[in-house]
């Protein structure tokens, strides 16, 4: 069976700056395969700069990340993903004019997948059993435009799953949801990590975070100032501070 304390994915000194300004200061942290583990922080802490480093969109300026025991500090975004590492962005970036299964097919065509590209049947069997596990499938062949901004975000989590990743990377997958949208999503997690899938998410809602992650990273200006069990880091004086002053 598994083990479930194995590492996953380990950050190490990791640093990213833009001029003189460092968004992310030699940061550490570990993730654990097969759970759900939470960067929050004020904003402007370095949470976004940190999952565009991961995902490859930036080269960090120091420090290094490992997935198992493969070094991808240096992997292009292509090679992260043919790896496991999906993700997805603050901002909805679906083609509107596009239907459901067709932006999710985009997620299958990913190199992750072991089907081949030109495998049309197999891709669309795969995107359609991900718009299936958000609930979503009887509306496949609709347009993007014709989808609530939550079901926008669901059909986002579900291109990012159709490319199979080993390690989600969730920037903010809860912004602009109501409270019953929060709900169904922390219940979506939860039945991901219960697949095996192991997640790094972004939130801003604590008790979104507090649902779904046991592990938790807390940066402020770029540096971590706490990392642990949820439940023991939200406690943390310096991390209530840091909420504070937003
Ligand atoms: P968060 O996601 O925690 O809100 P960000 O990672 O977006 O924070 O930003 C951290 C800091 O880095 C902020 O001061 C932001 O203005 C700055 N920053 C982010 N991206 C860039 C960029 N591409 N160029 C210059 N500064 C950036």
Aim: overall charge positive; glycine content about 10%; aromatic content about 4%.
């Amino acid at each position: 069976g598994r083990d479930a304390s194995e590492t996953l994915l380990t950050v190490s000194g990791l640093s990213k700056h833009f001029g003189g300004l460092k968004a992310v200061d030699a940061i550490d942290f570990t993730v654990t395969r097969g759970g759900i583990h939470a960067l929050i922080g004020p904003n402007g802490s370095g949470k976004t700069t940190t999952l565009n480093v991961l995902s490859g969109l930036y080269t960090p300026t120091g420090g290094t990340m490992r997935l198992q025991d493969q070094d991808i500090t240096s992997f292009p975004p292509h090679r992260r993903a043919a790896v496991g590492i999906g993700r997805t962005f603050q901002n909805i970036r679906l083609f509107r004019s596009m239907s459901a299964l067709e932006n999710v097919v985009i997620g299958a065509e990913r190199p992750n997948n072991p089907l081949g590209a030109r495998d049309r049947p197999a891709l669309e069997a795969r995107a359609r059993s991900a718009l299936a596990f958000v609930g979503l499938e009887a509306r496949a062949r609709e347009p993007i435009s014709g989808f609530s901004y939550g079901h926008q975000r669901l059909i986002e989590i579900a291109r990012a799953l159709a490319g199979n990743p080993t390690l989600l990377l969730l920037d903010e997958p809860a912004a602009g949801l109501n409270s019953s949208e929060k709900n169904a999503l922390t219940v979506l997690l939860r039945r991901m990590a219960a697949k095996g899938l192991t997640i790094l998410i972004i939130d801003h809602d604590m008790t979104l975070v507090s649902d779904v992650a046991s592990h938790v990273t807390v940066l402020n200006f770029g540096r971590r100032i706490a990392d642990g069990v949820t439940a023991s880091v939200l406690r943390e004086p310096a991390v209530i501070e840091a909420y504070l002053g937003e």
